[in-house]
Each structure stands twice: as structure tokens, then as C-alpha cells.
């Protein structure tokens, strides 16, 4: 499971390289496969422990931030966990909780930058920054899900 958080978390930053943050593609590989990774994980903890320790990277390789993305992931772990408790590990499902992790994690960023004041709140920069992250995430969820299907096969049904 870390390989696939590794792997992730330098394609973000690869991706990142070639599209830019005003463009139509935000990519948030890393929380992607913090979604793809949870139904492999049996202790909450440790996942909690993995997201945590991927969001202080993700602070220190991405971001001028100090704990910010680590406390973010933790509170992400927390809710994609629940949504794993409730829904089946499907390909309709995962779906399902990529785009509510990505509708979250966008609302909660968006909402910490409005109250700090480094962007001034408004519904449709939210809305199409939300959009923006759906376009590209969800095409490599769909990806990361067949590969992972491919090679660690009977715990995701279709």
C-alpha cells in the first residue's frame, strides 16, 4: 500500500510540472490513492498513521505549509474510512467516495484559505475548482482501480 501512496505522490508532483494550477486538470493523485488504499488497510489507526505521515510530506515536497495537509489527510482518512464502512468496494462505489473525498477536501481548503483571507469566499470559485479536480482525479481513479484490480484482484468486486 505505500508503494501505491509513493507512486501517487510523485505522479502528482510530475503532473503538476504540466498543468497548472489555473488550468483544467488539478490533480490530487495522493488523496486518490489514500481512497484506493483504505479498503486494504484493517487497523484504522495505522491507515490514519499512513495518511498523516503522506500529508506531512505532502507539506514538506508541495506546499510552504507545516502539518496543514497532514491534519487535512487525517480528517480525510477519517471520512473516507466511514464511507468504506457503508459502501461496498466496487468500482461505482470507489467512485462515489473519490468524488465526495474530493468534494470535502476541496470545501474544507477553500473554506481554511477564506478564513485565514488569502482568498475571498465565493460559491463559484469553489464550484469550478471542484469541477477542475473531478475531471483528471477520476480518470486516475478509474485507472489506479483496474490496476489494482489486475494485481491484487478478490478484494475489489465490479
Known amino acids: 500500500m505505500v508503494i501505491i501512496l509513493f507512486i501517487s505522490f510523485l505522479l502528482e508532483g510530475v503532473i503538476s510540472n504540466f498543468v497548472t ?15 484506493m488504499i483504505c479498503p486494504f488497510v484493517s487497523k484504522s489507526s495505522k491507515y490514519i498513521m499512513y495518511a498523516f505521515f503522506t500529508g506531512l510530506v505532502y507539506d514538506l515536497f508541495y506546499t510552504e505549509t507545516i502539518i496543514f495537509h497532514a491534519i487535512i489527510f487525517c480528517f480525510m482518512a477519517v471520512i473516507i474510512r466511514r464511507l468504506n464502512l457503508v459502501l461496498s468496494d466496487n468500482f461505482i462505489n470507489i467512485l462515489i467516495t473519490v468524488v465526495l473525498s474530493i468534494v470535502f477536501y476541496r470545501m474544507i481548503t477553500y473554506g481554511f484559505l477564506a478564513f485565514v483571507g488569502s482568498v475571498s469566499f465565493d460559491f463559484m470559485s469553489l464550484g469550478f475548482s471542484i469541477l477542475k479536480s473531478l475531471i483528471l482525479n477520476l480518470v486516475y481513479s478509474m485507472i489506479l482501480f483496474l490496476v489494482m484490480k489486475k494485481f491484487l484482484g478478490k478484494r475489489f468486486t465490479n
Open 21 to 35: 494550477m489555473d488550468g483544467y486538470f488539478i490533480p490530487l493523485f495522493t488523496l486518490i490513492a489514500l481512497v
